[in-house]
């Protein structure tokens, strides 16, 4: 195994990093903890199969494509015989901030004093305007963020721990009251816990995704693809969820009782005109 680790937020970030010219082995985190059941402790036999069921029956990923791409995947990060240093590479985000939470708590488990660990968790940056993603940096930009990657230590792996135990309970509640803000390493914890709360339905059974995708059923101009992409952009300017596809036509299938389908086009049915009003 090289003496080196890098565990990447995705396969693009993958590809980008290999044509950086830094070395070391690359794990891809191909887990989307931030949807479907999760548990503490993290990676129990019950969480795996939680996680097994809800891949199949929500998702159609079968158990072996699962195990396959996510599983066998993170099971390089387990065994760390022989490696110096352990670099991680996430967003500000909701989608790899929870993620994040997640590694950080695996990495406390299998924590080992002679493996130096990083990370490099890229958002609101100087000299460039909104939002960044890893995507948005070209392979030689790799190098400068590697050389300015924060260092890690068992604290601050044990105080990401706890706001993984937090944000498993799932109580909106529990995340109000919690300080995201205590550790100066995490600086998009906060931003991302605030952002999970709006996932948290109403009275009327509905969150602030739900209502994007009423508003845009509203409008019954709208293909299934043409509203996915409408919520991507919408994302980007309104939220930082850091959703891709899969998370918005899962959650566009669970609102079919509200609208109806004509020549491709999504419209509200009168139950939807109902909730809409």
């Known amino acids: 195994m090289s003496k080196r680790i890098h565990i990447v937020n995705g396969d693009s970030t993958k590809w980008i990093l290999e044509q950086s010219g830094l070395d070391g082995e690359i794990v891809v985190w191909r887990e989307l903890l931030c949807d479907g059941p999760v548990s503490e402790p993290l990676f129990s036999d019950e969480f795996w199969q939680a996680r097994y069921d809800y891949f199949e029956?929500?998702?159609?990923?079968?158990?072996?494509?699962?195990?396959?791409?996510?599983?066998?995947?993170?099971?390089?990060?387990?065994?760390?015989?022989?490696?110096?240093?352990?670099?991680?590479?996430?967003?500000?985000?909701?989608?790899?901030?929870?993620?994040?939470?997640?590694?950080c708590s695996f990495l406390l488990e299998h924590f080992r004093k002679?493996?130096?660990?990083?990370?490099?968790?890229?958002?609101?940056?100087?000299?460039?305007?909104?939002?960044?993603?890893?995507?948005?940096?070209?392979?030689?930009?790799?190098?400068?963020?590697?050389?300015?990657?924060?260092?890690?230590?068992?604290?601050?792996f044990e105080y990401a721990h706890e706001c993984w135990k937090v944000y498993a309970k799932k109580d909106k509640k529990g995340l109000q009251e919690f300080n995201f803000r205590k550790n100066k390493r995490f600086k998009y914890f906060h931003v991302a816990m605030l952002q999970e709360q709006e996932r948290f339905t109403d009275e009327t059974g509905l969150n602030q995704i739900d209502r994007k995708i009423i508003e845009l059923l509203e409008e019954g101009r709208h293909t299934s693809g043409t509203i996915?992409?409408?919520?991507?952009?919408?994302?980007?300017?309104?939220?930082?969820?850091?959703?891709?596809?899969?998370?918005?036509?899962?959650?566009?299938?669970?609102?079919?009782?509200?609208?109806?389908?004509?020549?491709?086009?999504?419209?509200?049915?009168?139950?939807?005109?109902?909730?809409?009003?």
């Open 228 to 277: 996915i992409k409408l919520l991507l952009i919408w994302q980007k300017t309104e939220t930082v969820y850091g959703f891709g596809d899969v998370q918005y036509e899962h959650r566009l299938q669970k609102l079919a009782e509200y609208y109806e389908e004509k020549n491709g086009v999504l419209g509200l049915n009168l139950v939807g005109q109902k909730i809409g009003a």
């Open 114 to 156: 002679d493996v130096v660990y990083s990370m490099v968790c890229v958002g609101m940056e100087k000299d460039r305007q909104g939002w960044q993603t890893l995507a948005d940096y070209k392979p030689e930009d790799y190098v400068s963020l590697y050389e300015n990657r924060i260092n890690m230590s068992r604290a601050s």
């Open 57 to 103: 029956k929500e998702l159609n990923v079968s158990r072996l494509e699962y195990f396959d791409k996510t599983i066998k995947e993170l099971l390089k990060a387990e065994f760390l015989e022989g490696v110096e240093e352990l670099v991680l590479w996430f967003e500000y985000d909701l989608f790899c901030q929870v993620n994040l939470m997640a590694v």
